[in-house]
């Protein structure tokens, strides 16, 4: 009888500290995630900080586009307005607001992977939403490797932004979890043939020795994937927009949009607030990310924000390092443990520090603390610890090697370099969020269409540029933002400019009432604990 009422006693505390969690996690995720904190925690990736990282064009009191946030999204959507208006012969002006210096969130915080998850997601896309459309996802996530090495070669910064193309690594030490892994990729295989001849699987010893691995790897599954230096991608591009489109394009670093208006009798526009003034527009695009429910409060606990963790290492003395051939460049996914994983890239000149991010299950209460926490000022001192010691681990001690010696002194001199965190954006249904807003969703009344820019044709026929006015997103990457960012960006300047949608677009992406209604935190709460 006592044995049974201890038990109970375990059970009961266990169940009330389970739902002290969760009651604490839904408080958390509902409330505001404010505006992006100064002095972040320093990005390896953004020094020496671009040319633009504090440019601040003058505001304009008026603009026809504006887009808050200056990261990946934002970028692209900039991009192909300007573009667009440019080719089409529309007079257009494009304004950019972001919270901090140029780059400063997800995009110049994250690990530089284009690596996309393909049989990882496809059975749970293909039970969820039918194979056409899981299929549709794949190719979209596909397609980044080829879109990002195609613009930056078009803007000529291909050797500047450090694209490459990598093979990516998942690596298994659980028997049961690289049996399950072998499983969804022969499904993959068979329904997405044109993959196909891009997953490898090799078992232990073979895995072992092709990659340098620590003995008790059980396997790993290798794929086509890429890399690339965020940062200096975006930051150049935007440099050369604003170069091209002097007169069209204002660019605004640190500030911040604190509040967004409904037009009125007097004033047929959205009215955005910011510290240097206030600026009026028919359209908001908002490109914020974890950060999109400050201004858009109906979408709390539908893009959670979640701060992940990242380092710059020093590689052993002992590791291969990349070279000219292209089969040299790697990029690891750690699985460890079901929920969670680390995961790594090197970089190809320098010191060819080795950029590991993850650790999320180490973190406190299971990595819940990580779950609407949007201070990026510092990272998690359990990460922190994780992350800094276990790559010797991962490769083995003795193909690791002595630490490698410091090239120069800008840096810690250890075997970490630099430590950070930055805020992603975790949607609740695990799908990103693109187009535009409903009024239930913004909660804010559009302005008329007469308020949109109006362009002379050449028979003297006046139209407006774009579609009707309104707030439009693309958001909640769910901490794969180089692999849907950039597209997702590209397609909602497309139905800005009231274009038809590109047939590569996946229409579960859209942002419709039903969807938001559905999408409910604690599905991806329950899946966490499950």
């Excluded at 020496?48 to 586009?65: K, R």
Aim: net charge negative.
């Amino acid at each position: 009888m006592g044995n049974t009422l201890s038990l109970f006693r375990l059970a009961l505390n266990e169940f009330l500290d389970n739902l002290h969690t969760f009651q604490t996690l839904q408080a958390r995720i509902q409330r505001s995630p404010g505006l992006p904190l100064p002095n972040p925690s320093r990005s390896f990736w953004t020094y020496p900080p671009s040319p633009i990282a504090t440019h601040v064009s003058q505001l304009p009191t008026h603009a026809d586009f504006v887009v808050v946030g200056l990261g990946i999204t934002g970028t692209s959507v900039v991009r192909r307005l300007l573009d667009c208006a440019n080719a089409d012969g529309h007079d257009i002006r494009v304004v950019m607001l972001e919270a901090r210096d140029a780059c400063s969130g997800a995009t110049g915080r994250n690990g530089g992977h284009i690596s996309p998850p393909l049989y990882h997601d496809y059975i749970s896309l293909k039970r969820d939403y039918g194979r056409p459309v899981a299929q549709k996802m794949i190719k979209l996530r596909l397609a980044h490797l080829e879109e990002l090495r195609s613009v930056a070669e078009q803007e000529g910064i291909l050797t500047e932004s450090q694209w490459r193309e990598v093979e990516s690594v998942d690596v298994f030490y659980n028997s049961d979890m690289f049996k399950k892994a072998k499983s969804k990729v022969q499904t993959y295989k068979a329904d997405l043939p044109f993959d196909a001849e891009h997953h490898e699987v090799y078992e232990a010893k073979e895995a072992i020795e092709k990659y340098h691995l620590a003995s008790d790897t059980l396997g790993c599954i290798s794929s086509s994937a890429g890399a690339i230096h965020p940062y200096q991608f975006v930051t150049r591009i935007l440099a050369k927009l604003l170069s091209q489109y002097p007169d069209h394009f204002s660019l605004c670093t640190n500030t911040p949009c604190t509040s967004i208006s409904p037009p009125t009798p007097s004033n047929p526009y959205y009215t955005l607030s910011t510290p240097r003034g206030t600026i009026t527009t028919p359209h908001i695009i908002h490109a914020t990310n974890g950060w999109a429910s400050t201004l858009l409060e109906k979408l709390r606990g539908k893009i959670i924000p979640f701060r992940g963790n990242m380092s710059a290492q020093r590689p052993g003395q002992s590791l291969p390092l990349p070279n000219s051939n292209a089969t040299s460049h790697r990029s690891f996914i750690f699985y460890t443990r079901p929920i969670g994983y680390d995961y790594l890239t090197q970089l190809p000149a320098g010191e060819h520090e080795l950029m590991l991010g993850g650790g999320f299950a180490q973190d406190g209460d299971e990595g819940y603390e990580a779950i609407g926490n949007t201070d990026d000022t510092t990272y998690s001192t359990r990460i922190g610890a994780h992350l800094s010691g276990v790559l010797p681990r991962y490769f083995g001690e003795n193909n690791w090697g002595r630490e490698g010696v410091p090239l120069e002194g800008e840096w810690a001199e250890g075997r970490v370099k630099a430590l950070w965190s930055g805020i992603l954006g975790i949607s609740a249904d695990s799908i990103p969020w693109v187009g535009r807003l409903p009024r239930v969703i913004c909660g804010r009344s559009e302005p008329p269409l007469s308020s949109v820019v109006k362009s002379e044709k050449e028979e003297g026929e006046w139209v407006h540029v774009g579609a009707a006015p309104g707030e439009w997103i693309a958001a909640g990457y769910s901490g794969e933002g180089m692999v849907h960012a950039w597209l997702s960006g590209k397609a909602l300047a497309g139905m800005v400019l009231g274009r038809e949608v590109e047939e590569w677009f996946p229409d579960i992406m859209r942002v419709t009432e039903k969807r938001w209604k559905e999408a409910k935190a604690e599905n991806l709460l329950d899946a966490l604990n499950n």
